[in-house]
């Protein structure tokens, strides 16, 4: 079983950048695509981006593409979310998930997740 835990979120004023880092345990998460989720109050959960297993092949949702980048280190077990010109809209529970997959499927379904982090934007 992997287990993921997040870093990275707070509080930053619109236009800012944060990174968010998911380091994983586990043998597996080197062969595991791996994405990141975030979840506004009253709205659904959405998959923002995810990256495959090696690192090749990126997913984005459109309204963060061109602001976000999702990278992987499987060296250190580390997936990175990259957050640049950030909206208020932005603001949400971020949420680092995998696959038992190399490539991302079912955009919307993960086989396991971290606790979250809190990203907040001020405008």
């Known amino acids: 079983q992997v287990q993921l835990v997040e870093s990275g979120g707070g509080l930053v004023q619109a236009g800012g950048s944060l990174r968010l880092s998911c380091v994983a345990s586990?043998?597996?998460?080197?062969?595991?695509?791996m994405g990141w989720f975030r979840q506004a109050p009253g709205k659904e959960r959405e998959l923002v981006a995810a990256?495959?297993?090696?690192?090749?092949?990126?997913y984005y949702v459109d309204s963060v593409k061109g602001r976000f980048t999702i990278s992987r280190d499987n060296a250190k077990n580390t997936v990175y979310l990259q957050m640049n010109s950030l909206k208020s809209e932005d603001t949400a529970v971020y949420y680092c998930a995998g696959q038992n997959a190399y490539s991302w499927s079912t955009l919307n379904r993960y086989d396991y997740r971290g606790q979250g982090t809190q990203v907040t934007v001020s405008s």
């Open positions: 990256i495959n297993w090696s690192g090749a092949n990126t």
């Open positions: 586990g043998r597996t998460f080197s062969r595991n695509a």
